[in-house]
Structures are given as structure tokens and as C-alpha cells.
């Protein structure tokens, strides 16, 4: 992977020029200072997309690509599959990290997520948070019903989703943090309807830590009990919360990229059998984390986390 600087505004490119649908829209809804302010208690809320990790299968065309089921990891790294990537290929992609499943039997990735935020958010002085719990967190009706029951100022909806690459090198981690308004001094929509206080995603593209064909690479995270995924995982969910608590104080200034850029290369995720293509990304590298992760602020507000 080769990596430079330049002065240029970021932006993200995916297979040589082709711009993902919306990559450019804002994703990131900044949390005003006075607001901030007039929050005197938060509970935060968390949870997994599914429970057990997934594969990550993207449609064949860009526009697909940005909205398919990988979401920002689409939009963000997912590259461009082959059209004969289709349905039943994904099946056999899900079901080919059965091993790793079996194998991670009696691990729970959810607890370890809940435990894993309640370790750094008590720390965010900035945002008086109270509680760190568990619960389904997936669509709006069930953060309406997570609303509904807090007795805090505003409520923190964290929804995460865990996967494989489509040739099963890396693991990624997708986030979307969301900080709701609850008490009624804090909304500006109308009744029955959900205030946003603050939103953005985070993506962090784990190290490619295996190679060679597909079977090697699931054999890699199955062996000794999936022990190479729960530390991947582990270490995963700790970067995407202190992502999250590096972002929630900043203000709107920081939703455009407006410093030296990095620009990277790499290959693409891709679906075995098809030709891996280079992926570029660009955006402004905001911190560098002791992993050695480059922490890149995307032209839409989005962070996302990858070893340059």
C-alpha cells in the first residue's frame, strides 16, 4: 500500500474514478456547543446489526454500491463487483463463514460492544453520560421505544455492524452514532417525530492480515476457537467508540476536509475468482491512533480508520 500527501479537499474514489452516489452529501450533523450545553444527562445505547458477523457482498454497479446492504462500507471502501455477483453467490458467501460461526459459539460480540463503550464513554466529559446499555438499535421505530423509556435529557443510539470482506483478508466495522433529543425543551421537530443533536458514521477497514485463496482465509479465523476474530473484534470496537468520542465534541467547521490530504492505495475488498481492483481514498488524516490507523475525515463528514 503506498500513501502521500497533497493539499487537496477530500474526496474518495473507488476503481479508478468512479465516484460512489453520494459520497459528497454530508453524513455528519455537528452538535452545537449550546446544545451541548443544556444536556445535563445522556444515556448511551448500543448494539449489533446482527449478533453474528457477516460477509460483505456489494451490488456491481456505483450506485448500488453507495445504498447496498454493506452501507457506508459500500459507499466508503466496498469497491465494484462483477455483475455476476448476484444472490445466490452471496449465499454461498454467507454460508461459507459457517467455520468461523461455529467456531465463535458462545462468544458474545454484543456484551463485548456494551462493555467496550462503557469503558470509554465515562470518560467523555463532554457529554454527561449516565448509562451504557444493550438493546436492538437497528431502525427507527426501535429508537423511538428506546426513547420513549429514558428519564435522561437525550438519548445516544450507537448501532454497529461487523463483517468480513467478500475474500474473507479483513474484517470491517461500521458505525452509525446518533444523539436524540428527549427532553422537550431540547426538540425542534414536532411531536411524535425524532431530533437529531448530532449524527455521523465511522468505518474502520481492519489490517489485511491473511492471503491466498478463500478456504486458507476462513481456516485463518476459525482456528483455535475463533480467537483471531475476538481479538480483531475486540480491538475493533474499542477504535470505532474512541472514533465516536473524537468526533462528538467537534464542531461543524470539521465537517469538510481542510488540510493536507492523504491519498492511499490498496487493493480493493473483492469477491473471490474476479479481479481485484485499486482502490483510492482521500481525505484529511485527523489523528493518527496507536494501532497505526490513520483516522480520515471524508469529504461528507465521515470518519473512517485504515493503516496507510
Not at 45 to 68: M, R, Y
Not at 127 to 154: F, G, M, N, W
Amino acid at each position: 500500500m503506498s500513501s502521500k500527501l497533497t493539499p487537496a479537499l477530500g474526496i474518495i474514489t473507488v476503481c479508478a474514478a468512479a465516484i460512489l452516489s453520494g459520497c459528497m452529501t454530508s453524513v455528519r450533523t455537528a452538535l452545537a456547543p449550546a446544545t451541548k450545553d443544556a444536556i445535563k444527562s445522556t444515556a448511551l445505547t448500543t448494539g449489533l446489526v446482527q449478533p453474528e458477523i457477516g460477509t460483505d457482498i456489494v451490488a456491481s454497479n456505483a450506485g448500488a454500491a453507495a445504498g447496498a446492504t454493506g452501507g457506508l462500507i459500500g459507499g466508503l471502501v466496498g469497491g465494484i463487483i462483477d455483475s455476476s455477483v448476484n444472490t445466490s453467490r452471496a449465499k454461498k458467501a454467507e454460508a461459507a463463514a459457517d467455520p468461523v460461526r461455529n467456531a465463535m459459539a458462545g462468544y458474545d460480540a454484543n456484551s463485548k460492544l456494551r462493555d467496550t463503550f462503557r469503558q470509554v464513554f465515562p470518560d467523555a466529559k463532554y457529554l454527561p453520560i449516565l448509562s451504557v446499555e444493550l438493546a436492538p438499535t437497528s431502525d427507527e421505530a426501535a429508537c423511538k421505544r428506546i426513547l420513549k423509556s429514558a428519564t435522561t435529557d437525550a438519548v445516544m443510539i450507537i448501532s454497529v455492524d461487523h463483517r468480513f470482506t467478500p475474500d474473507f483478508s479483513r474484517i470491517k466495522i461500521e458505525a452509525t452514532a446518533t444523539l436524540y433529543a428527549k427532553k422537550p425543551s431540547l426538540a425542534t421537530e414536532p411531536a411524535g417525530a425524532l431530533t437529531v443533536l448530532y449524527t455521523n458514521k465511522f468505518v474502520l477497514l481492519g489490517d489485511d492480515v491473511v492471503s491466498g485463496n478463500n478456504d486458507s482465509n476462513i481456516a485463518y479465523w476459525a482456528k483455535d476457537n475463533a480467537e483471531h476474530v475476538k481479538s480483531a473484534l475486540s480491538t475493533g470496537f474499542l477504535e470505532i467508540a474512541e472514533m465516536i468520542a473524537f468526533d462528538l465534541p467537534a464542531g461543524p467547521e470539521v465537517n469538510l476536509p481542510k488540510k493536507d490530504t492523504l491519498e492511499t492505495t490498496a487493493p480493493s475488498p473483492h469477491f473471490p475468482g474476479q479481479a481485484v481492483a485499486q482502490m483510492e481514498l482521500k481525505g484529511t488524516v485527523v489523528h493518527t491512533h496507536s494501532t497505526g490507523h490513520k483516522w480520515i475525515r471524508l469529504a461528507n463528514g465521515a470518519l473512517c480508520s485504515l493503516k496507510k
